[in-house]
C-alpha cells in the first residue's frame, strides 16, 4: 500500500480521490439522459466534494504531481464543465425552448464547455504541482459550475425563465476566463 502515499505513483491517494470525482462525473452524466436530474446533481455534488479533498490531500501528504495536475483538470472538466452544462441543455433547454432560441442554447451552451477548457488548460500551462496562489485570476471551474447549479435551480423553481438561463450561462462562461480576482480558498 505504499503506492498510496508515493508522489509519483498514478494511484496515490489525492489521485484516487480525483477519480472516484470522474465516477461521480460520468454517473450524473448517465443520470441526466435518464433524465433523473435529481440523482445527477447529488451525483456532481458528490464529485465536487471528492474534488475538494483530492487538493487538500495532495498538498498536506505531499503527492502532487504533474499527473495529478492534468488528472485534476480532466475531473474537472468532465464535472464542472461538461455536467452542468449537459444537465441544463436536458433539463431546461430542451424542454423549454425551441426553433432559433434552442439554436441561441446550443450555441452559447459550446461557448461555455469551450470557455472552461480553455481556462483549464490556461491554468495547467501556468501552474506548477502543489504551487497555491492567494487568487485566481478568472472564476474557477467549480465555481462556475456552483453558479450553473444555482440559475438550474432558479429555473426549477420558477424564478428565472429559459431565456435568462442562456444568458446567465454566456456570462458565467465569460466570467471563467475574464480578469476577475477571486481568493483562493
Not at 47 to 65: E, H, M, T, V
Not at 109 to 118: A, N
Not at 140 to 165: E, K, M
Request: hydrophobic fraction near 55%; include cysteine.
Amino acid at each position: 500500500m505504499k503506492f498510496l502515499w508515493n508522489p509519483s505513483s498514478h494511484f496515490n491517494l489525492a489521485n484516487l480521490f480525483t477519480f472516484v470525482n470522474i465516477t461521480a462525473g460520468l454517473t450524473a452524466t448517465y443520470f441526466i439522459t435518464q433524465n433523473n436530474f435529481f440523482v445527477a446533481v447529488i451525483l456532481a455534488w458528490i464529485g465536487g466534494a471528492f474534488d475538494i479533498f483530492d487538493g487538500k490531500i495532495a498538498r498536506k501528504y505531499k503527492l502532487s504531481n504533474e499527473f495529478g495536475v492534468q488528472l485534476d483538470s480532466f475531473a474537472d472538466f468532465l464535472s464542472f464543465v461538461l455536467v452542468p452544462v449537459f444537465l441544463i441543455f436536458q433539463a431546461v433547454y430542451s424542454t423549454s425552448l425551441s426553433g432559433m432560441w434552442i439554436i441561441l442554447a446550443s450555441i452559447v451552451s459550446i461557448y461555455y464547455v469551450i470557455s472552461g477548457l480553455r481556462r483549464l488548460i490556461h491554468f495547467n500551462l501556468h501552474t506548477d504541482a502543489g504551487e497555491v496562489s492567494k487568487f485566481f485570476t478568472g472564476v474557477p471551474t467549480p465555481l462556475g459550475a456552483i453558479c450553473l447549479w444555482l440559475v438550474y435551480l432558479s429555473h426549477t423553481y420558477n424564478i428565472l425563465p429559459a431565456l435568462a438561463v442562456v444568458a446567465l450561462m454566456a456570462a458565467i462562461g465569460w466570467s471563467l476566463n475574464s480578469n476577475l480576482k477571486v481568493p483562493h480558498p
